[in-house]
């Protein structure tokens, strides 16, 4: 490692790791804080600075992004796939994709407001993900029949 890149390595560890502004890093260094600001985007170009964000469900935020610039939406989410999943596992990644969407919105909803519900895998799979007790101020009701598996049938994910 070289002496630039020992100080490009300080300078992102001081803001990232350590929080400090750039204006205290400036002040440390000696310099204006638009050379800490370019000491960092350098650091990025360089590879100096890799991040990881750690996701519980895997989203594509990038097309998110896109879907609600392009048709106006307040808000999108899209489970991003992997080649190696299996079927199982991403109906019940899904499931907990839409457990977090129901648990943004249904809060905002007004007391004894319906939700329906209809049956299937990824009903099942987001009802199992929503946490106990979750939206009893809601009347939740089944939109259609059964197929007679309490797994998938509506009127037991009503409950």
Known sequence: ?????????????????LNQGQGEIAQRL????????????EAWERGIIDVQIRMPIPRDFALENELVSRFGLRDAMVLAGTPDADDSSLVAAAGQLAAVYLQRIIPG?????SIGVAWGTGVHATVSALPNNFGRQLDVVQLMGGVGALVVD?????R
């Open 109 to 113: 909803l007004a007391p004894g407001s």
């Open 154 to 158: 509506g009127p037991d994910l009503a």
């Open 1 to 17: 490692m070289n002496e630039r890149d020992d100080l490009l390595a300080m300078v992102a560890s001081l803001y990232y790791k």
């Open 30 to 41: 000696g310099v204006s804080t638009s050379k800490v600001s370019r000491l960092i985007k």
